[in-house]
């Protein structure tokens, strides 16, 4: 089974958590020595018993071990299964340490809460990881390390066992549902990323609240489809630079991105200097037509504003064609990449009718169709007026079609 983007993410994240385990682990240590070393040598005095030869032998060995593994994972391939094996080197080595080092007080049950706390430590430790699995894998140690530690250096069965387990489950929970919500955090937030590209943000929110899904597949449903091209941009870009073109089209873009979100239009794809939205999916409403008109407007007005910072001579225009009808949208494409778009006959209709603004040479045009979806629901208040052009015969359609004039009344 092929893992998706967000998974092969999280399993390089994981390989990046891996390696800073191993570097807290080798600085924890390290401090841990070198405070052991300094107090044996009478340097420093911070405990109450003395650390010994084999206290200095044990954080000797422990050290090998966690400069080892951090050596190990900055030369070598990292394997998933490596994180079982040094969380289990993790609970082995503090045991031993409790069980061999001397400094170590056992004494009216101390050594049931030294366990307690060791093993709270080495599960908060583990989950620097984000793993789901490893997670899992820590908590069932920590149960084994406290009950091995407890029965076995105790003195008898301790009073308290019973609330400690309560107490340490409660908190190796805690751990994995942090665990797991950072997990899906991280995928919420990759997929509300790729979302936002083509969607405003209130349909992103509204898009959670339904429980969409992005996975492969389409319905056929009745969408509002818009084209917008910028004219002679080919002529455009021969005179300037390739730097000054990217420049112009990300300037350009971001503010018909406005737009279309301000009219909770989607963005389809860009095409260059094109533009293809779609007002109905992924919700459809009774005003979609009216937005998708109201949006070209306000894309023309935002053009002309772009003017106002050019020369007279580099003056652009832009053709919009709108069209209504049916059409299969969905989340189209592999398991590895899908695009959120619309296919069909109608689709190719509205890029006709944009194509038919050079020839009667108007910022946008609309098919009879979206002229009915918004006859009577505008005013000339709303900045526009609207007349008709022509009955046209559009290239692979037999029969003709009326389409009309969008006329912005305030440029």
């Known amino acids: 089974m092929k893992k998706s983007i967000v998974d092969e993410i999280l399993i390089s994240r994981e390989m990046k958590n891996e390696k800073t385990v191993a570097i807290v682990r080798f600085v924890i240590f390290s401090i841990a020595s070198l405070l052991d070393y300094l107090s044996y040598f009478q340097l420093i005095n911070y405990t109450i018993v003395t650390p010994t030869f084999i206290t200095l032998l044990l954080d000797t060995v422990i050290l090998v071990f966690a400069g080892s593994v951090l050596l190990f994972l900055n030369n070598f391939p990292y394997k998933p299964y490596l994180k079982f094996f040094t969380i289990t080197l993790d609970y082995l080595i503090i045991g031993l340490m409790l069980y061999f080092d001397p400094t170590v007080q056992r004494g009216n049950g101390v050594i049931n809460f030294i366990a307690m706390i060791s093993a709270i430590f080495v599960y908060q430790f583990n989950l620097l990881r984000h793993s789901k699995i490893g997670t899992i894998y820590g908590a069932f140690l920590s149960f084994v390390f406290l009950f091995v530690v407890s029965i076995g250096l105790g003195e008898g069965y301790p ?22 919500s950072n ?58 630079s ?16 406005d737009v279309i979100f301000k009219f909770n239009g989607t963005i389809d794809k860009f095409i260059g200097d094109a533009i293809m939205t779609i007002f109905g999916a992924p919700f459809k409403a009774e005003d979609d037509a009216l937005r998708a008109v109201k949006s070209a407007v306000a894309m023309n007005h935002e053009l002309e504003k772009l003017n106002q910072k050019m020369q007279p001579q580099d003056k652009l225009y832009m053709g919009i064609g709108i069209h209504t009808g049916e059409a299969i949208v969905g989340n189209i494409g592999s398991d590895r990449r899908l695009d959120y778009t619309v296919i069909g006959d109608n689709v190719n209709l509205a890029s006709r009718i944009e194509g038919l603004t050079k020839h009667y040479n108007c910022a946008i045009l609309i098919s009879e169709t979206t002229y009915k979806q918004i006859e009577g629901k505008y005013s000339i208040d709303d ?20 389409v009309y004039e969008v006329v912005n009344l305030d440029i």
């Open 159 to 180: 009073i308290d066992f019973i609330p400690m387990i309560i107490g340490l489950g409660m908190i190796l929970a805690i751990g994995y549902v942090t665990t797991v």
């Open 242 to 257: 390739a730097e000054e073109v990217v420049l112009f089209l990300n300037e350009y873009l971001s503010r018909m991105t």
């Open 183 to 240: 997990i899906e955090m991280v995928k919420e937030a990759n997929a509300k990323q790729m979302m936002e590209r083509y969607l405003p943000s209130q349909l992103v929110d509204e898009f959670y609240k339904n429980k969409a899904q992005l996975e492969p597949g389409g319905e056929n449903k009745e969408v509002t489809i818009l084209f917008s091209d910028i004219r002679s941009f080919t002529k455009f870009s021969e005179q300037r």
């Open 383 to 402: 900045g526009f007026a609207i007349r008709e052009i022509d009955k046209v015969i559009v290239k692979g359609k037999s029969k003709p079609i009326t």
